[in-house]
């Protein structure tokens, strides 16, 4: 029975915060849950899209190549559906052979971690699909198929589809799994995807949407690439309150003084639980190998694919600064195989491993 005590403590108008601050554990488990990569999976969904009209007739079969290897590395520990386009569907089977699913999807590209469904734990266990309204990283881009692929996946899959208002990719969200989100403000706070949007209001919706407690925010930098500065080239949680940031050491390059305001951020940062996080810094390769070599090439090691059983990383052909990848990796997950691999092409369209996956959750015990 609720006493007189009671209702003086309450108030007449409704519960005091220290009654919301007793029901908040309650509340937090009604709301979905985006967990960490790292975290078990049931398969890494990719998109075998590249065209030539995307990707040049030079590019173009060095790509697919690319796709396949980063498939069948995956496919050795967990179950890879590709998305690929009915005329594409022999070549795709030939490429990456019997252990990858193909599923047919109309199709404008390959970075399904952008134009996918972001996977998330519901209150009652079961998973759902965050479809971010795709627009192309700010109309950048033609995407009319790609715009549908969050929806096509969630019906392959055979999820709920849960609709936002906020308008982004996947690749602008990295999570801990324990409520913490960093977010680069250069691409969710941009005109060209939300005009208008107050960071308080993108955390109140990702708060919704993802179960997300607290947001890092990192500026990165609008208008040097297609993503305006995704933050799976910045910054990866190892686990929750570790963090690989990326490092460009060239004093010359326009990511130089980002890469290091970020790592003066990350380092004064705490997340959710309030724990100052451990910022291990990563830095690239000084040169690359030169067949695809470009102004823009994405040589970063951060992009890398935590999969079960296994990270897989790129290696750019600087034999020691490959190696300082692989070591970091191999110390941060040493119950995973770090599998480091050629991606020259896909990087040379601005891109890497961690841009063409992403993770279907498996389903959590309740």
């Not at 700010?138 to 019906?155: I, S, T």
């Not at 990866?236 to 790592?263: E, I, K």
Request: overall charge neutral.
């Amino acid at each position: 029975m609720t006493s007189r005590r009671d209702f003086l403590r309450w108030g007449v108008l409704g519960p005091t915060a220290a009654l919301l601050g007793a029901l908040r554990p309650a509340l937090a488990a009604t709301r979905p849950r985006m967990p960490e990569e790292g975290e078990r999976h049931q398969a890494t969904w990719m998109a075998f899209g590249a065209t030539e009209a995307v990707w040049g007739k030079r590019l173009l079969p060095a790509v697919r190549d690319n796709l396949a290897d980063i498939a069948r590395s995956i496919a050795a520990f967990e179950p890879v559906n590709m998305l690929v386009r009915e005329q594409d569907e022999a070549l795709a089977a030939r490429l990456c052979g019997p252990g990858v699913t193909l599923l047919r999807q109309p199709l404008d590209d390959v970075w399904l971690r952008d134009t996918g469904p972001v996977f998330v734990h519901q209150g009652d266990g079961s998973l759902a699909g965050v479809d971010f309204n795709f627009n192309g990283w700010g109309g950048k881009q033609a995407h009319r198929h790609d715009a549908a692929v969050a929806a096509g996946v969630c019906r392959q899959a055979g999820l709920a589809r849960m609709l936002s208002s906020l308008v982004l990719e996947g690749g602008a969200i990295e999570v801990d799994g324990d409520g913490t989100a960093i977010i680069t403000a250069s691409c969710v706070v941009n005109d060209n995807r939300n005009p208008g949007l107050a960071r308080a209001a993108c955390e109140a919706e990702l708060q919704r949407v993802l179960g997300v407690e607290k947001v890092i925010w990192l500026p990165g930098i609008a208008g040097r690439d297609m993503t305006d500065g995704h933050t799976d080239f910045y910054a990866r949680f190892c686990r929750p309150g570790v963090v690989v940031a990326s490092v460009d050491s060239d004093p010359a390059s326009w990511d130089h003084a980002v890469t290091q305001r970020h790592l003066a951020i990350l380092r004064q940062a705490r997340d959710a639980r309030g724990r100052l996080l451990q910022v291990l810094p990563l830095p690239g390769p000084r040169h690359v190998r030169p067949q695809y070599r470009r102004h823009d090439f994405a040589a970063g090691y951060v992009n890398f694919y935590v999969c079960n059983g296994a990270v897989i990383a790129p290696q750019f052909g600087d034999a020691a600064a490959d190696a300082y990848c692989r070591d970091l990796l191999r110390e941060q997950f040493p119950q995973r195989e770090v599998v480091q691999l050629n991606i020259d092409a896909l990087a040379a369209g601005g891109g890497g491993i961690h841009c063409v996956t992403q993770q279907q959750p498996a389903t959590e015990a309740i």
